[in-house]
């Protein structure tokens, strides 16, 4: 009996101490410190802060909802860049970094990606706070180093900006972008023989990247010296055929501006050997031959423009006026008509007022018997 009644007593207070013991917070507790003693004998200090957060956030200290939150919002955040809502990536993004939830990588991440949001919306020197935080966490994030290159490079800080985007191709000097991008930091510096090899070598890596941005700039300097730097740049050897059919093309133009439309016609037709879709060359073509009176000539340019470009509205202006000045009438009208339905903001000449000898240059097709103009053409 007394054995029965001690029985009964630990029967009694057996129940109560499970009841006790698989509390919720006390089963928590007690599997956090079973965890924390069993791996800190296999795991080193370099595990055991991840191993603590995992055991907080399931004993509730740090709360796995505060902890999602912020991975959400750094996701969305990102999500809204990618589709250019840039100011709401700004906003889910700050609100991600401040929350203190982020991992180290993904806080490296998501300063970069608010980084390139301002970027996007022009805000340069903030950009640059938070490009320079991603690099700071991580000296080998390539990206980084190519953002805050282009940064540097819209505010005029084009030393900075090739140094970054030097950094970039140290880690990795196969990239194309970082290659294009650091070619436009040596235009604008002024080095165009620098800038036309990082592009040429970017074209070789990635045939998206054209040299049509530094050709550009270097006409805008002046004839001459377009001429001199595009001759060199052909004689270099150093473009592949779709950028040096580029360059003849703007030395084409170069010639042209300057009234030598002999070496100009030459530039042009070998553009379009080189690269036979160039539309601009065909037309640029076909209007010397419209100042040098080849009617023949023009329609054939302009017809091989638009067979490859069915809607250049431009083309169909043009050829019309040499339809004009061969006295097909009905050729002219037609093609009149298909440019203005294809854009109706061009002023369209009346054929009978077309006669003579047609404009030089540009003007070839951009003015009617009267003198107005009825098309821009650069």
Known sequence: MIALRKYTRVTHRKPQRLRKAMHPANTRRSWMVHTLMHFSRFHD?????????????LVGVVPIAALASAHEDARAGLEAVRVGDHERGVELLTKAIEAGDLADTNLTIAYYNRGNAWFHLGDYTRALEDLTTAIDRNPRFLEAFIKRGAAYKELGEYELAIADLSSALELNPNNGRALFMRGLAWSLAGDAEAA???MAAAHRIDQRFLVTPLLEAVRAAGEEFAIK????????GELGPENLALAHFHRGLAWRDIGANENAAADFTRAVELDPKMTEAYV????IAMNNGLHHEAVHDYSEALAVDPTMAEAYLRRGVAWARLGDRTQAVRDFAAARELDDSLIIPDVESITGKAPSGDEAANTDASGGAFLESP
């Open 284 to 287: 640029r073509r076909a209007d």
């Open 196 to 198: 036309m090899r990082d």
């Open 229 to 236: 730097f595009t001759t060199r740049a052909i004689d270099s």
């Open 45 to 57: 200090s370099a595990t055991m802060p991840v191993l603590l957060l995992l055991c907080l956030t």
